[in-house]
Each structure stands twice: as structure tokens, then as C-alpha cells.
């Protein structure tokens, strides 16, 4: 599906002209460095709008009225975290262990005048930090997602673990991580549709739920 103009992209999802001239930016900052790195699939070069700005923009609801930090596991180009700190949320946390990745979403950064914090690291060895949501995109299955979140959880200073909300985009192979992480953890969760995806869905976990398994 195409997205030519700021009307295209608004007729899916609503922001202001100066976020469309900044993910403007966006992609052609991407374009530039995958000249030289893998940043994203070959096949998607010539649908970034749709596939990824789109499809990490529409995360933006659900984070949108969280106060405090997202973390976004695995961030790769960018995407989704990169695009939600371009939509206005001040405290998103991008974990990427790729070091050229890193400088490339450092660049990205700067260029949108945009406030992200990066963190050059494995997810195994990323320091805690306090957290109200953890978010993944392309990443994992969801068993292994669950379990970089219980190892994250694992090294908070207290006592009485406090679990994150989790929100993560899955595509049409979404079912069968659900059956197979349930088969260790019955863990609560709504699904969305998705607008870029129609096998695709937005899994939202409730963290609390963490606590009863």
C-alpha cells in the first residue's frame, strides 16, 4: 500500500505536518545508511511508510499517557521506539547491541532534534532501570520475550518485584506463540488488529499478571 504525502499517512494515522517532515527525515537518513548496513529487509526499501513508519506510529496510542519510561527491546532501525519518541513521548528507552546501529539511531536522533535515550547493549546485560511499559517489534517469539523481561525484572534492588505492562506487534505467526507460551505461563492479554498487517496483531500483556505465574 503506498503512502505519498502527508495525507496518505494522516487518512491511517493523525500528526502534525512537523512529525511527517521529521519521519521524512527519518527515511531518508534510513535509505542513506543501508547503503552500507542492513538496517531493514531488502523487500521493504521501497515501502518503508507503510511497513514500518505506519506500523510502529500506530503503537502511539497505547503509550501515549504513560508517564514514565519505555523500554524498547531489540530497536534495530528504529522501529517501533524511534518513531513514537519522533510522535512526542519524552521517555523512550531503545535497547540495540548492534554498536552501528546505535550511531545510526544517535544520527537519526539529532537530525529530528528529538529526546531518546540509547542503549548499547545485550539485552542480558542491560542494567535495571525502572520501567512502566517494555515494548518489541520483530524481535523474538513471545516465549523469549517474556523471558528477557523476568530476566530484566530479576535485577531490580527490591524486594517486591513490580512487572511492566509489555506491548509488542506480531504478525500472522502471533497464535502459535501464544500456544506456546502458554504452555509455562498463562499470562493476561487483549489483542488489536493491526493497520498494516490483516494476519498481524498489537498484543498488549498486563505485567500484573506477571506476578501470578
Known amino acids: 500500500m ?32 543501508q547503503r552500507s548496513i542492513n538496517l531493514i529487509s531488502k523487500s521493504t526499501i521501497n515501502d518503508i511508510w507503510f511497513r514500518h513508519l505506519l506500523d510502529s506510529s ?6 501515549s499517557k504513560i508517564k514514565g519510561n519505555i523500554f524498547d527491546f531489540g530497536s534495530g532501525a528504529g522501529f517501533p521506539g524511534l518513531v513514537l519518541a519522533i510522535m512526542g513521548h519524552k521517555k523512550i528507552c531503545l535497547v540495540e547491541s548492534d554498536q552501528k546501529k546505535c550511531t545510526f539511531l544517535r544520527e537519526v536522533a539529532m537530525l529530528c532534534e528529538i529526546e531518546v535515550s540509547i542503549f548499547n547493549t545485550r539485552i542480558e546485560n542491560l542494567e535495571y532501570k525502572d520501567v512502566d511499559l517494555i515494548m518489541s517489534r520483530a524481535l523474538a517469539p513471545l516465549s523469549k520475550l517474556i523471558d528477557y523481561v523476568e530476566l530484566f525484572i530479576d535485577k531490580s534492588p527490591s524486594k517486591k518485584k513490580t512487572f511492566p505492562n509489555m506491548l509488542f506487534l506480531k504478525g500472522k505467526s502471533y497464535k502459535n506463540e501464544i500456544s506456546d507460551l502458554h504452555k509455562n505461563k498463562k499470562l493476561f492479554f487483549n489483542e488489536y488488529p493491526s493497520l498494516t498487517d490483516k494476519f498481524g496483531k498489537i498484543l498488549y500483556f498486563d505485567g500484573s499478571s506477571m506476578l501470578k505465574n
Open 58 to 63: 500506530q503503537l502511539y496510542p497505547f503509550i
Open 2 to 33: 503506498s503512502i505519498n504525502s502527508y495525507e496518505d499517512f494522516c487518512f491511517y494515522q493523525n500528526v502534525s505536518r512537523e512529525t511527517y517532515d521529521k519521519f521524512k527525515l527519518f527515511e531518508e537518513t534510513l535509505i542513506k545508511w
